[in-house]
């Protein structure tokens, strides 16, 4: 099974409006953190907000915030009021685990092309 | 501007030849990962470095080697190379690796293609 799934097309959204980028996910581990990134089309994975396992609210950066739902294995991430530098390609990702020895690979979905709209 | 720096940006090289991609890590990061993104797919985990050991690998066969040094700058070397090893290869820093809400710091990215 899929750990990351991001299963939306290409989404598109006019300027100064808001828009929900889906990703569910798959662990049996109680303690995971789950990452955004922003990849424009130079290449560089551009990290944008962070939600933890435990975190009883749901993260926000500026623009950004999570809708967490824990017992449904969801974290979509909310960009609100849009700006034509959005327009990217946008990963959702995960990392498992807090165990000793652990390594903290993240294991990415294949992503979501946001365009913005002038 | 994350810190993290790769070089080159892009390479070509023949099938069969061997490369080595370069990453410096952000300052105070002990821990390099590196992940190769193929066209119009998400990131996969090759392997990690701490401290100069590596500390984890996905699923790559053994001609993807790497290294780090005592700086925390990396390298990752590929060998008999493929048509299939054509790819952004990506280098991330992390403060530690264990850690599960620390985020990984990436680099712009090496674009290679085999040819």
């Known amino acids: 099974a899929q750990k990351i799934t991001q299963t939306q097309p290409g989404m598109f959204v006019q300027e100064k409006e808001a828009v929900t980028l889906d990703c569910t996910y798959d662990t049996s581990d109680q303690s995971y953190g789950l990452f955004w990134y922003k990849q424009p089309s130079s290449g560089e994975m551009i990290f944008l907000i962070y939600?933890?396992?435990?975190?009883?609210q749901n993260a926000t950066e500026g623009r950004y915030s999570l809708n967490f739902q824990k017992a449904r294995k969801s974290t979509n991430l909310v960009i609100s009021a849009s700006q034509l530098g959005d327009s990217a390609m946008y990963f959702c990702a995960m990392r498992e685990g807090k165990r000793s020895g652990a390594n903290s690979k993240l294991t990415f979905g294949k992503g979501i092309t946001l365009s913005v709209r002038p | 501007e994350t810190g993290v720096t790769q070089s080159p940006t892009h390479l070509i090289k023949t099938r069969g030849q061997q490369v080595t991609l370069r990453c410096s890590s952000q300052?105070?990061?002990?821990?390099v990962s590196w992940y190769q993104q193929a066209l119009g797919q998400g990131p996969q985990f090759i392997f990690q470095?701490?401290?100069?050991?590596?500390?984890g690998r996905g699923n790559f066969p053994p001609r993807f080697s790497g290294l780090q040094f005592p700086n925390y700058s990396s390298e990752l070397n590929v060998n008999a190379l493929e048509l299939d090893d054509s790819a952004l290869y990506l280098c991330?820093?992390?403060?530690?690796?264990?850690?599960?809400?620390?985020?990984?710091?990436f680099g712009q990215g090496t674009r290679l293609t085999v040819v």
């Open positions: 939600q933890g396992s435990y975190d009883e």
């Open positions: 470095y701490y401290r100069e050991e590596e500390n």
């Open positions: 300052s105070g990061h002990n821990t």
């Open positions: 991330a820093s992390s403060l530690d690796p264990t850690g599960a809400n620390t985020e990984a710091f």
